[in-house]
């Protein structure tokens, strides 16, 4: 049984209200739904957490370097601005997945960049919020090849 951190940046608590044509008609809470089923269903705990605030994130990452096997993160904007949020993740040393319901590198260029991928093992992008699940499984497969 491993601990899974499913960390969510700023905005993401709008899901399913902001620009839907964007981002889907699903919320937060029924991502973590579909997560909780998915980890729950292979014998393995969520840690589920969105915050708005970049110092919260930080906090959650810093508690993951003890406590979980690995972080899926969607920083949502602060994946194109925030250095402390790679440096925490450099600190844990985990398999650690990017999220993001869109393609950012559709969208307007500053999006383009993502200081998280030189740290992320994986990246998913513009698979919606079926990428959380993406990301899900193939964490669960992974923590089954290594036992």
């Known amino acids: 049984m491993s601990l899974v951190y499913i960390l969510n940046g700023p905005n993401l608590n709008l899901l399913g209200q902001r620009q ?16 909780r089923t998915l980890a729950e269903a292979a014998g393995h705990i969520l840690f589920f957490a969105q915050s708005n605030r970049e110092y919260e994130l930080i906090d959650w990452i810093h508690a993951a ?22 440096d925490a993740l450099n600190t844990f040393e985990g398999p650690v ?5 869109s393609n950012i590198h559709k969208r307007e260029v500053f999006r383009h960049h993502s200081y998280v991928s030189t740290r992320a093992d ?13 990301a899900l499984r193939h964490l669960i497969n992974r923590f089954s090849r290594s036992r």
Do not use: K, M, Q, W
């Open 65 to 86: 370097r003890t406590e979980a096997a690995g972080i899926i993160i969607n920083p949502g904007a602060f994946t194109h601005t925030s250095v402390a949020i790679l």
């Open 122 to 134: 994986g990246v998913l992008a513009g698979f919606g919020t079926e990428g959380y699940e993406l």
């Open 20 to 35: 839907p044509e964007i981002y889907g008609r699903d919320t937060l809470a029924d991502i973590e739904a579909r997560c």
């Open 97 to 101: 997945f990017e999220v993001h319901i």
